[in-house]
């Protein structure tokens, strides 16, 4: 199946191009007619993609995805194994979230590039909790899916416009300097007992002071190790960025792309794909390499931690082989557990223990995975709930294979994109491999280094900073960094979660600021046609109870400021809306005006807020259609035509 064919399912699909044509259609015929649409073949369509682009699928797509799919599967693997120990679970855990979002997000997804899986900082957040056990993670990946998918089936995707850019890059720059930080113990290879461990409660700062109180104990194997390992992925990173291996196509070239195309095109093309396949797979290359390295210099897998003096590098160790069993979630722990003085644990104490987490994870993971989604549509409308639909889904489906919880990952759908992918069928391909690796390869990644893995991890999130976002905003409009830098600052210093509430609830009082404050325009202008001047006031948007009593205060002062015989207009043209208390609140300004013999005309009102302020005001309401029928002897109810106004204005 080519592009064409699959952009062109694409295209038949009402979700995919903003609008759902089911909630528009069919309202009178009642339920029967509910049940026709709901079982329809554009429903089935919009809500299992799948069933789009599978009928045309061929062999040149089942190439391209395998290609994709294993190629994201050894991207995922060392990943995995890494995002684990970042959430504080067993390795093990990090492929058991690796597989089961592959596998549905084919059907529900609704984009081919997007792979679903443990990523960096799901794992920071949900390590708060799984400290207190596997159990929890899967719980919380349980009911994330389930908060989830009810958003997206309440079509509830606009809720995510709420969380700014300047608030998501806050949080997310703060979380990737909280992982990256959390891992300098493992590249070095520092021992720090856990009743050493500063508690100031400020973020970042416990673990810099626990790396700096004990980097005495840093062991040279592992940190040189651990910084090879750096230098070799970042020189990777930077190579896949480079043209040197890209032919020139009659082009001026030079430098190193001008010696390589020295080379015959059948050569160049070869060395061009296999440069690109090791920078692409240059996790899973690196962790091959250092695991075969370890297995040779240390075959008996010694624990530094049992044995010190003998180790070579501080191992993963023993990780549990096989496959997970299929099974429910725990709904509760029965028997002596870390979170009460009693033996067992129900549903409640469970989710009472998660708390907030419980909101925020979901949050995060509808607002990564949506976030991508956009970044890879190539331009095309993102129906944020359906999208919704199959990550809630991915999760629910994942709780049963003891997966944490899992979203988009912006790393390996930049993989999965630039290795040709076709379809969503890649992640067939993705899993499968995980799959294996699971039930045969476990044995050996006991011996990966820790010290890879935090390279790994360290190399991967760095590039999430987005500092390059501040001077954009500095330019454009400086108050946006406020909630930003908040963001930034209280998960970094604090708790993820209450950073980036800190962010969004700033934004929201800024936004209720504006709102509560509208700008307003206070002009004199002359009469078309007349000498005689009037005061012209323009509010710049709608007026609600909130800025009621400001906007009135300064109509009155305005009309009071000038000569009290020089008519008022307002000019209602931003003013989309007014309820009832903002009503009440011109009713009585237009008694001011009117005891002071003042007049007040309001021009090109629509008919909403024309029939709020008239059911109020009464006769005090008087509506003009142009600035000319401010003189008395135009207002004769039937000249339509505006007057052109003269351009002379002077500001009050």
């Keep these: 199946m080519s592009e064409a064919k699959y952009e062109k399912c694409e295209k038949d699909?009402?979700?995919?191009?903003?609008?759902?044509?089911?909630?528009?259609?069919?309202?009178?015929?009642?339920?029967?007619?509910?049940?026709?649409?709901?079982?329809?073949?554009?429903?089935?369509?919009?809500?299992?993609?799948?069933?789009?682009?599978?009928?045309?699928?061929?062999?040149?797509?089942?190439?391209?995805?395998?290609?994709?799919?294993?190629?994201?599967?050894?991207?995922?693997?060392?990943?995995?194994?890494?995002?684990?120990?970042?959430?504080?679970?067993?390795?093990?855990?990090?492929?058991?979230?690796?597989f089961m979002g592959c596998f549905v997000y084919c059907l529900f997804g609704s984009s081919k590039d997007i792979t679903i899986g443990?990523?960096?900082?799901?794992?920071?957040?949900?390590?708060?909790?799984?400290?207190?056990?596997?159990?929890?993670?899967?719980?919380?990946?349980?009911?994330?899916?389930?908060?989830?998918?009810?958003c997206g089936l309440l079509q509830l995707g606009f809720l995510i416009d709420f969380i700014s850019v300047p608030v998501i890059a806050g949080f997310t720059s703060a979380a990737a300097l909280t992982i990256a930080s959390g891992q300098i113990k493992s590249l070095f290879g520092l021992t720090i007992p856990s009743d050493e461990k500063s508690h100031t409660h400020l973020g970042v700062v416990d673990g810099w002071i626990d790396v700096f109180t004990h980097i005495e104990s840093c062991r040279w194997q592992d940190a040189t190790l651990?910084?090879?390992?750096?230098?070799?992925?970042?020189?990777?990173?930077?190579?896949?960025?480079?043209?040197?291996?890209?032919?020139?196509?009659?082009?001026?070239?030079?430098?190193?792309?001008?010696?390589?195309?020295?080379?015959?095109?059948?050569?160049?093309?070869?060395?061009s794909k296999v440069i690109w396949f090791i920078c692409t797979g240059r996790n899973a290359i690196i962790v091959i390499l250092c695991l075969v390295l370890a297995a040779i210099i240390d075959p008996d897998g010694i624990s530094c931690k049992d044995d010190p003096e003998?180790?070579?590098?501080?191992?993963?160790?023993?990780?549990?082989?096989?496959?997970?069993?299929?099974?429910?979630?725990?709904?509760?722990?029965?028997?002596?557990?870390?979170?009460?003085?009693?033996?067992?644990?129900d549903l409640s104490g469970m989710i009472s223990q998660l708390g907030s987490a419980i909101i925020i994870i979901?949050?995060?993971?509808?607002?990564?995975?949506?976030?991508?989604?956009?970044?890879?549509?190539?331009?095309?409308?993102?129906?944020?709930?359906?999208?919704?639909?199959?990550?809630?889904?991915?999760?629910?489906?994942?709780?049963?294979v003891q997966s944490m919880p899992t979203t988009g990952s912006f790393s390996r759908t930049a993989v999965n994109s630039a290795s040709g992918v076709r379809t969503p069928m890649g992640g067939i391909y993705t899993g499968g491999l995980v799959i294996l690796c699971l039930a045969f390869l476990m044995p050996y990644c006991a011996f990966i280094p820790k010290a890879t893995l935090a390279a790994v991890i360290i190399t991967a999130v760095v590039f999430s900073v987005e500092y390059e976002v501040v001077m954009p905003i500095w330019r454009s409009k400086r108050t946006d960094l406020i909630p930003g830098f908040a963001c930034f600052l209280g998960c970094l210093f604090y708790e993820l979660e209450m950073g980036i509430g800190l962010g969004v609830v700033i934004q929201v009082i800024m936004l209720l600021y504006h709102a509560a404050r509208p700008g307003v325009e206070v002009t004199i202008k002359k009469v078309p046609g007349s000498p005689k001047d009037?005061?012209?006031?323009?509010?710049?948007?709608?007026?609600?109870?909130?800025?009621?009593?400001?906007?009135?205060?300064?109509?009155?002062?305005?009309?009071?400021?000038?000569?009290?015989?020089?008519?008022?207009?307002?000019?209602?043209?931003?003013?989309?809306?007014?309820?009832?208390?903002?009503?009440?609140?011109?009713?009585?300004?237009?008694?001011?005006?009117?005891?002071?013999?003042?007049?007040?005309?309001?021009?090109?009102?629509?008919?909403?807020?024309?029939?709020?302020?008239?059911?109020i005001a009464g006769d005090l309401f008087v509506q003009i259609k142009g600035p000319h029928q401010v003189l008395e002897d135009q207002r004769d109810g039937e000249e339509d035509k505006l007057l052109v106004e003269e351009h002379e204005t002077s500001p009050v």
């Design 13 to 98: 699909d009402p979700l995919t191009n903003g609008l759902n044509t089911t909630v528009l259609t069919n309202r009178s015929k009642g339920p029967a007619g509910c049940v026709q649409k709901c079982c329809s073949k554009k429903t089935l369509t919009s809500r299992l993609p799948i069933v789009s682009w599978l009928p045309a699928y061929d062999r040149e797509c089942a190439i391209s995805d395998l290609i994709a799919g294993v190629t994201v599967g050894l991207t995922v693997i060392p990943q995995g194994i890494a995002y684990a120990i970042v959430a504080g679970l067993p390795p093990q855990y990090g492929l058991y979230s690796a």
């Design 226 to 271: 651990g910084l090879i390992c750096c230098v070799i992925l970042l020189s990777l990173r930077a190579l896949n960025k480079t043209n040197w291996f890209k032919p020139a196509n009659g082009g001026q070239v030079q430098g190193c792309q001008a010696f390589w195309n020295k080379l015959p095109p059948t050569a160049l093309n070869i060395l």
């Design 310 to 345: 003998n180790c070579v590098f501080t191992l993963t160790g023993q990780i549990e082989s096989g496959l997970p069993s299929f099974q429910a979630p725990p709904f509760g722990i029965f028997g002596s557990n870390e979170t009460s003085t009693e033996d067992d644990t």
């Design 534 to 615: 009037y005061l012209c006031i323009t509010p710049n948007q709608g007026v609600v109870f909130p800025s009621v009593s400001y906007v009135r205060n300064l109509i009155s002062k305005a009309g009071i400021k000038q000569d009290t015989l020089m008519p008022v207009v307002i000019d209602c043209s931003h003013i989309y809306q007014v309820d009832y208390t903002a009503a009440k609140g011109f009713n009585a300004m237009l008694g001011d005006f009117s005891s002071r013999q003042q007049e007040v005309f309001w021009l090109s009102c629509n008919t909403s807020v024309a029939n709020t302020i008239s059911a």
């Design 118 to 150: 443990p990523t960096a900082i799901m794992a920071l957040m949900t390590g708060v909790h799984a400290k207190y056990g596997p159990d929890y993670a899967v719980l919380l990946a349980f009911l994330s899916g389930l908060i989830v998918l009810a």
């Design 362 to 400: 979901p949050l995060i993971a509808i607002l990564e995975s949506v976030a991508i989604a956009k970044a890879f549509a190539g331009g095309k409308p993102v129906d944020a709930s359906q999208e919704m639909i199959a990550l809630g889904v991915c999760n629910l489906f994942g709780s049963f």
